[in-house]
């Protein structure tokens, strides 16, 4: 049976490499688009307003900056983060338990302080732009990535989190282990054929939608292109599998 759900919502849009001028062309340019993310480019050039701009024209947010550091500082960072109405926000996995359950608890003060709902936590597992070789080369890390990924996510999970990060390529391991509840967030998707630019472990929309991914985070392939409305409605017929 096909999903007929909108097909907007499977697609997060990376606003990455353009300024704030840019950013709302682009949305006026294709109002179809649902949910956003915010990554460390775009906050960081325009600052935090960039979220309530984003609000008042009625998109979800997802808030990719990847919190990496000790607990104390993850949790109040996500504290904080909790009280600007992003629905996703991400931090990373190897922070550790003790920081991904003091996050979780934080984001959800956080949010009720402000009287809004608890954002999701999403654990970062291993970035789609490494290989099995980089892994190994650069971090002396043995293990393969699936094993690593697996962990990772059983980890974010046991901290109540509500989601993880994942390429493509382990989203069907990980969609038999944890319930549609459990976010599977995919960066790393390509047309099949085209430009990988920096990115290793990836995957079309198609496929990675069919293997269990929630929700898609596709950036250059759309926002580079010649034609971003013609490319986002073509990945939204792709989404419908
Ligand atoms: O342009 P492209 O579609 O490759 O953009 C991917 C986006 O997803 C970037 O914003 C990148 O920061 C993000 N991301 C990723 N891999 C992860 C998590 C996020 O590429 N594991």
């Keep these: 049976m096909k999903n007929i759900d909108n097909p907007s919502e499977k697609i997060i849009i990376a606003l990455d490499g353009m300024d704030k001028n840019y950013v709302f062309k682009l949305l006026e340019k294709i109002p179809e688009i649902v949910w956003v993310?915010?990554?460390l480019e775009l906050f960081v050039s325009e600052g935090p307003e960039i979220l309530s701009m984003l609000r008042d024209k009625g998109k979800k947010i997802f808030l990719d900056l990847k919190f990496h550091d000790i607990p104390t500082t993850v949790a109040k960072t996500c504290f904080a983060a909790s009280q600007t109405g992003a629905e996703f926000?991400?931090?990373?996995?190897?922070?550790?338990?003790?920081?991904?359950?003091?996050?979780?608890?934080?984001?959800?003060?956080?949010?009720?302080?402000?009287?809004?709902?608890?954002?999701?936590?999403?654990?970062?597992?291993?970035?789609?732009?490494?290989?099995s070789e980089s892994f190994s080369s650069d971090l002396l890390i043995n293990q393969s990535i699936d094993q690593r990924v697996k962990h990772l996510a059983k980890i974010a999970s046991n901290s109540g989190l509500g989601g993880c990060v994942c390429s493509p390529k382990e989203v069907q391991f990980l969609r038999k282990a944890y319930p549609q509840s459990f976010e599977l967030i995919t960066p790393g998707i390509r047309p099949l054929g085209s430009d990988v630019n920096d990115q290793s472990r990836v995957s079309d929309a198609?496929?990675?939608?069919?293997?269990?991914?929630?929700?898609?985070?596709i950036g250059r392939a759309i926002t580079q292109s010649n034609d971003p409305g013609h490319m986002f409605k073509s990945f939204c017929d792709k989404v419908i599998v």
């Design 89 to 131: 926000i991400s931090l990373h996995t190897c922070a550790g338990m003790k920081a991904l359950k003091m996050a979780n608890e934080a984001a959800q003060e956080g949010a009720a302080k402000v009287n809004l709902m608890p954002p999701k936590l999403l654990g970062i597992t291993i970035l789609t732009s490494w290989t």
């Design 37 to 39: 993310k915010v990554g």
């Design 206 to 217: 198609s496929e990675a939608i069919r293997m269990g991914a929630s929700k898609l985070v």
